[in-house]
């Protein structure tokens, strides 16, 4: 019997026709060109830049241009580099990159494709800016904003190509945008990504923080879709590429736990944790059986609001509050917990806890990491919390929200 070589590398002649040519290098001497006249330069770097990571590093260090992610680059440029990482931008980002956006004078759009969570409205939308788009997709390259220069290629391939440019005539740009930086920081401080305690409660933010202490930002992270999704995109520093896996324009609610059993498999000696909705949780909540009977280490950390959270969120910003369905409990019995996730975890053979208080979080946490195998960690939170920043679909930088919650009326 003759076993194939699965270790082949992989060479599609059909995908591999149709790539775009190597980046033309009197454009990427433009590129440089644009960068030494520009005083307020921003990356706006997303999923296209995952491959290249190294080469985004290098190029940060020779410029010491501030980088800005959309949900999903996070990883491709290290999240705890404060000097630097600006974070997410777009409807949920935070102050500090919308901010940077808007006031930049050159917009570097490397591997992204504009599209409306991140831009909001387009006119408003880096108006200050001249823009460069590179991307490996020809169809994206002034789809949704038309850029002042434009390069269809393999962003690794650009990268490399403007770097040996950077390499060569570093002395002679004389690059110094630390002015602009320092104006960044001060946004930084002035605006945090924030949130508020009230009493015992556990604020879901506050959970995804403590992960991210406890995990020392080292472990995988699958969502669902909704407001966790965007607390973990938020609270949680993600300092490599495809440590964050979420489903992101697709909106795929459910798409976490069985993420996170691909993320196990495929790296068995990482910690592999799927932040969760409630409402997300319950689209694929059978695959607890999966986890257990392949003995999968997946940690579940459950945000459980009751409600389906996103959705009440935009009920108490523009609806006055008004409830279609979104709440998940039993109506007959509001005070209770309900379904009971316990039980789901119970009936699969998954160890499972609930906590409630915050003083008892962080330990509730620590157990999850330290127990072998699943585990699913039901963390009760309050439904009234919002995500914030907030920049209101079709708004723009200038209609940012950031503060308020459910406790108010609008």
Request: with cysteine; proline share 6%; net charge negative.
């Amino acid at each position: 019997m003759v076993v194939p070589n699965w270790d082949q590398p992989m060479r599609l002649g059909g995908y591999l026709s149709r790539l775009p040519k190597p980046p033309n290098q009197m454009l990427l001497e433009q590129i440089i060109r644009l960068i030494s006249e520009s005083k307020k330069p921003v990356l706006y770097v997303g999923g296209g830049c995952l491959n290249s990571s190294e080469e985004l590093k290098r190029f940060v260090e020779l410029t010491g241009i501030p980088v800005a992610s959309t949900l999903m680059g996070l990883g491709s440029y290290p999240g705890s580099d404060e000097d630097f990482a600006l974070q997410m931008l777009g409807m949920h980002g935070t102050v500090y990159a919308n901010y940077a956006v808007d006031k930049s004078d050159l917009l570097l759009a490397f591997g992204v494709r504009f599209d409306d969570r991140v831009t909001g409205k387009l006119e408003a939308f880096a108006s200050r800016a001249k823009i460069v788009h590179i991307d490996i997709d020809s169809a994206e390259i002034g789809k949704n904003k038309i850029p002042h220069m434009s390069i269809c290629a393999d962003l690794k391939l650009a990268l490399e190509g403007l770097n040996s440019i950077l390499e060569e005539k570093i002395r002679k740009l004389n690059l110094d945008f630390s002015e602009w930086r320092t104006e960044l920081k001060e946004q930084r401080t002035k605006y945090p990504l924030s949130f508020k305690t009230f009493g015992d409660l556990i604020p879901p933010q506050y959970a995804i923080q403590t992960l991210d202490e406890l995990t020392g930002g080292e472990a995988i992270i699958t969502t669902g879709v909704g407001q966790h999704q965007m607390w973990a995109a938020q609270f949680y520093k993600y300092n490599r590429p495809r440590q964050w896996l979420t489903s992101a324009g697709l909106g795929a609610m459910g798409f976490g736990l069985p993420a996170a059993i691909g993320a196990a498999v495929a790296k068995p000696e990482a910690v592999v944790v799927d932040i969760d909705g409630d409402g997300s949780f319950m689209m694929n909540v059978q695959e607890l059986a999966t986890v257990r009977v392949e003995n999968l280490p997946v940690k579940i950390m459950l945000l459980n609001n009751q409600h389906l959270g996103m959705v009440v969120q935009w009920e108490d910003r523009f609806y006055k509050a008004n409830r279609a369905h979104t709440f998940l409990g039993n109506p007959a019995n509001e005070s209770e917990i309900f379904p009971d996730m316990l039980k789901f975890a119970e009936a699969c053979g998954v160890p499972a806890a609930r906590v409630a208080k915050k003083e008892e979080l962080r330990a509730a946490i620590q157990k999850m990491l330290d127990t072998p195998g699943p585990y699913l960690l039901d963390v009760i939170v309050p439904h009234q919390e919002h995500v914030l920043p907030m920049i209101p679909s079709g708004g723009a930088f200038k209609d940012v929200i950031t503060e308020g919650d459910g406790r108010t009326k609008y």
